[in-house]
């Protein structure tokens, strides 16, 4: 038995992008909606309680080499952001970054472990509320496709992180990330264009 929050291979039962090869396992944190009273599910709801509320369950991953962290910038919005987005129907969080890793950047995620869980939420649209849980990638494949269709990648330097145009919560729930091993939460309130209006970020030791 493990304990809540403790470092635990996970075995991946797919599906995975076509022409890929399924990593053997992952070292991945077990959180909270392994234990509690909600989970996600693949169809974007949360299941909390037996019923189903409207927030949407987002993934993204952080992947770090001597280059500095991988990351995309949409076109939809001009902001640079960790490789991810929503999960397809039936996915697990750990499913659906696979995926989204390999669509967007064409490497497979060969050893990963969850690293924090955070809601977003926007003052001018409750509806869009969502909740993300990020993943950093310690072994990947293959290499990186710089043409990708979903926007542009590049290998940012931590150091230029201050002066990237991304979302303000993203730039700090990364920041301490790469500062501390502890597994984060946090709450972002976001306003018009993405201006972070209120955030909380607290994090867990590793057990």
Not at 148 to 175: N, T, Y
Request: glycine share 12%; proline share 7%.
């Amino acid at each position: 038995m493990y304990a809540k929050g403790a470092m635990t291979p996970f075995h991946h039962r797919g599906p995975f992008p076509a022409g890929t090869k399924a990593p053997r396992f992952f070292f991945v944190q077990i959180p909270a909606w392994r234990t509690g009273t909600w989970y996600p599910k693949g169809d974007g709801a949360i299941v909390e309680g037996g019923e189903v509320t409207g927030m949407k369950t987002i993934v993204n991953a952080l992947l770090r080499s001597p280059e500095g962290i991988l990351m995309i910038r949409k076109p939809s919005t001009g902001f640079w952001f960790l490789p991810g987005g929503k999960l397809e129907p039936g996915e697990s969080p750990e499913e659906g970054v696979v995926r989204e890793v390999f669509e967007e950047t064409g490497l497979r995620p060969l050893e990963m472990r969850l690293r924090g869980e955070f809601v977003l939420r926007f003052v001018d649209n409750a509806k869009e509320e969502r909740r993300l849980y990020t993943f950093e990638v310690t072994r990947w494949e293959g290499e990186v496709d710089f043409l990708c269709r979903e926007g542009s990648l590049a290998w940012q330097k931590v150091e230029h992180l201050d002066f990237l145009p991304m979302p303000d919560g993203d730039r700090r729930a990364i920041l301490e990330l790469l500062e501390s091993e502890s597994f984060l939460h946090g709450e972002f309130l976001y306003g018009e264009d993405y201006i972070l209006v209120a955030h909380r970020l607290t994090g867990t030791l590793p057990v």
